[in-house]
């Protein structure tokens, strides 16, 4: 198993250089001129400066391995040092100061280094679509659970229909739906996510988890249909096998079968799921945050796009191109850990 | 003694062959009586069949330009308001209203649908024929088969969403230029779709094949000496059928949605070529006032979309033989 981990991390460094190298050579195509914004009367000599100085004017090879170097060497220099110098948990230790002023991944719309900004953006996505993510398995794991128990039930017919629709309405209807409904006729919760919230007493967190309601029904929806889809085959799966029998034979209790015997074989698969999914979290739920009017990493990715800020996008999808392949891996991993029928070398 | 044996024993009851009570069924029937049982597939089969024709026969029986403005008559609300207000803004020239310009909605629902329908079919096939191409080429070519597997992984773990998005701004001006807004558009969605959304089907069928390849009957085929690309055409391509037709299913929902994401986000089609998603981004600002014009295309990708998911559900249980008949 820690070969195969070890394997598995090995290879997955050349995946991740191969993927970012693909998605730089990608950008390079792109049509857009971060000098487009710039005043005409500016002249040419002056514009080729400022090209230089953005880091665009050297060729692409040369762009892609300066990259490299800021975002594998200079921004873990950066990163150790606020672990040692101001996190609360590495404080004790001495300050590093490793890093020396050199130059890191700059956004052309701020100005500011990338991951600042992606710092920021960080905990809004992870409330909202990480706090949907917990909510929709806490309600599909019993759904999946009893409607394969009663297979072809009212209950199981009608979880399936609304799995369906779950899986079948686009995000970009249910969100604008639940808006009209809960926020224009009902007048419950508010229809636009007020990021500058602070969460510091009874009446605030109240009111930070009435603005969490829409946009966390709409992607716990979704998430709900999937995992109760795999949970509810991966029962049916096992609910069929001998040693369910034995169990029942053996005079246990339906309740002790269900729970014990049957469903810690079902989660194998389902954890598995569980885990694969987990990077889409992190990317952001990009048209939810969009309708929500959530600044996260989604929202903060398509103003990117859309402002041409090559640095930013492609810091991005750089990060979520490592959040799968890790999750890829601990997928992996767990099913083999969970599985002892599973063997890897 | 003995008693004499009869020339001719009467045969015993239980042993003799009644012959065949009826006529021997082909697979396809089996299938299609085991999809019959499935009632949500069957409204689903019918629904798709339904929105299919109406958006490619209505343009010929409801004969009235999407993209005309009549102003006069803008912001028509749908006859059926009616029932409750008698004093809302309607026409039975009009019978779903019309938008900010005049617009008629009826008309541009069919439109719509036309476009989403469209891209959904093609990218759907496209990335059918990537999707078995490779799986093909790394379930029968041993060589193939790691570098292929390897690049089906590589995809998988792209970022998707993001890279359509990036893939939509970087290459809508080029393609525009050399097919024209709605072409180029067309050509540049289906494609993306198509690219990014290969990969299980490839996975799928791979594995099928690999498991295929070792049976006797291809060993029976190979042996009178049937070529590689007969052997895969005659009788690897027809057992991979059933998995290929269900993420067929699959693929074309996914395409659906996305087209829609995609117009919606704004980076899809131009401005005056109404798609459900278009259509539905457009009328979210003022969605108070006209709940109907994010309703009806809301409504219509969200049935299309099911009408299909629960026909590649019935198509599941139909084509898996463990199921059938039971």
């Not at chain 2, 690999?210 to 291809?218: D, G, N, S």
Request: proline share 7%; net charge positive; hydrophobic share 50%.
């Amino acid at each position: 198993m820690l070969t195969f981990a070890v394997r598995r991390l090995v290879l997955a460094v050349p995946t991740l250089l191969f993927i970012s190298f693909v998605i730089f050579m990608l950008l390079q195509l792109a049509p857009g001129d971060p000098m487009a914004q710039v005043p005409l009367t500016v002249p040419p000599e002056v514009k080729e400066k400022m090209r230089q100085a953005l880091g665009v004017g050297e060729p692409p090879l040369v762009q892609y391995w300066k990259w490299l170097v800021q975002v594998f060497w200079i921004e873990p220099k950066v990163f150790i040092d606020y672990l040692t110098n101001s996190s609360t948990l590495l404080g004790w230790l001495p300050d590093t100061q490793l890093y020396q002023d050199e130059l890191r991944v700059i956004s052309w719309q701020t100005r500011s280094p990338v991951m600042d900004i992606v710092i920021q953006r960080i905990p809004q996505t992870l409330w909202v679509v990480g706090m949907a993510y917990v909510v929709g398995i806490l309600i599909a794991l019993p759904i999946g659970i009893y409607s394969a128990y009663r297979q072809y039930s009212v209950f199981d017919q009608s979880g399936t229909f609304i799995t369906m629709i779950g899986f079948s309405i686009p995000p970009f209807f249910t969100g604008p739906l639940l808006i009209v409904i809960f926020s224009v006729q009902l007048g419950w919760f508010p229809s636009i996510y007020d990021t500058t919230h602070v969460v510091n007493d009874w009446a605030s967190l109240k009111y930070q988890l009435q603005q969490m309601i829409l946009p966390v029904m709409v992607l716990a929806l979704q998430t709900t249909a999937q995992i109760s889809r795999y949970m509810r085959a991966s029962m049916l799966d096992n609910l069929n096998q001998d040693y369910v029998r034995t169990a029942r034979a053996k005079g246990l209790s339906e309740a002790v079968v269900v729970t014990v015997h049957v469903l810690r074989n079902s989660m194998i698969p389902v954890i598995t799921v569980i885990a694969l999914n987990v990077p889409s979290i992190f990317g952001g739920a990009i048209i939810t945050e969009n309708v929500f009017k959530v600044n996260g990493i989604g929202q903060l990715l398509i103003t990117a796009l859309f402002a041409n800020d090559l640095p930013m996008v492609m810091t991005l999808t750089f990060i979520f191109a490592v959040l799968i392949v890790l999750f890829n891996l601990i997928a992996d991993i767990l099913y083999g850990l969970l599985d002892p029928r599973i063997r890897y070398d | 003694m003995t008693e004499p044996v009869q020339a001719t024993p009467t045969p015993i009851e239980a042993l003799a062959d009644k012959g065949p009570l009826e006529p021997p069924r082909s697979q396809w029937k089996d299938v299609w009586d085991q999809f019959r049982k499935h009632k949500g597939a069957m409204f689903g089969g019918g629904f798709l069949l339904f929105i299919t024709l109406a958006v490619v026969l209505g343009p010929y029986l409801w004969q009235v330009d999407a993209q005309k403005l009549d102003i006069r008559n803008k912001d028509l609300r749908p006859i059926w308001t009616a029932l409750w207000d008698s004093g809302a803004k309607t026409a039975w020239s009009r019978p779903f209203g019309t938008d900010q310009l005049g617009r008629d909605q009826l008309a541009q629902i069919i439109q719509g649908g036309r476009t989403s329908m469209a891209v959904g079919w093609a990218a759907m096939i496209l990335s059918l024929i990537i999707g078995t191409t490779v799986g093909v080429m790394a379930g029968f070519v041993r060589k193939a088969d790691g570098l292929l597997m390897r690049l089906t992984d590589l995809f998988l773990s792209l970022p998707i969403l993001p890279l359509l998005l990036v893939a939509v701004t970087l290459f809508r001006q080029p393609l525009r230029e050399a097919f024209g807004p709605e072409g180029g558009m067309f050509v540049l969605i289906v494609g993306i779709i198509a690219i990014t959304s290969w990969m299980p089907t490839a996975r799928i069928v791979r594995g099928d094949i690999l498991a295929l390849k070792e049976r006797e009957f291809i060993l029976a085929a190979r042996s009178i000496g049937t070529t590689p690309f007969r052997i895969v055409q005659r009788h690897l391509l027809p057992n991979v059928l059933s998995p290929i037709m269900v993420s067929a299913t699959l693929g074309l929902a996914t395409a659906i949605i996305t087209e829609s994401a995609l117009s919606f986000l704004g980076v899809g089609f131009p401005s005056d070529f109404p798609t459900w998603g278009k259509m539905l981004a457009d009328a979210v600002q003022r969605m108070q006032q006209f709940p109907e014009r994010v309703y009806l295309p809301g409504i219509a990708i969200s049935l299309t979309v099911l009408s299909v998911n629960y026909l590649g559900d019935g198509l599941r249980d139909a084509l898996d033989p463990r199921i059938r008949g039971r």
